[in-house]
C-alpha cells in the first residue's frame, strides 16, 4: 500500500492528503512543490506518528482495518 503524501499534525490529530494541498498563499504537489509548509510535511511513507493516532482512533470507535 503506497502511504506517501502531504501529512500535518494538529492539536485535533492529523490530516492527511495523498496528491496535493491547496490552499490560498500555496499549493503543494505530489509531483512538484513538496515543501514544507504551514504544518504540512511531504513523507515518502507515513510517519511511525500518524500510524499510531490512526489505530488509536479505530480501537476508540470500534473500526477494525
Known amino acids: 500500500m503506497d502511504t506517501s503524501g502531504f501529512y500535518k499534525q494538529t492539536e485535533d490529530g492529523w490530516f492527511y492528503a495523498p496528491n496535493a494541498v491547496h490552499a490560498p498563499?500555496?499549493?503543494?504537489e505530489r509531483d512538484g512543490n513538496r515543501e514544507s509548509v504551514d504544518g504540512w510535511e511531504w513523507h515518502d511513507?507515513?510517519?511511525?506518528?500518524y500510524l499510531i493516532y490512526?489505530?488509536?482512533?479505530?480501537e476508540n470507535t470500534g473500526n477494525n482495518l
Open 25 to 28: 498563499e500555496y499549493t503543494l
Open 45 to 49: 511513507k507515513a510517519p511511525m506518528d
Open 54 to 58: 490512526v489505530t488509536l482512533q479505530n
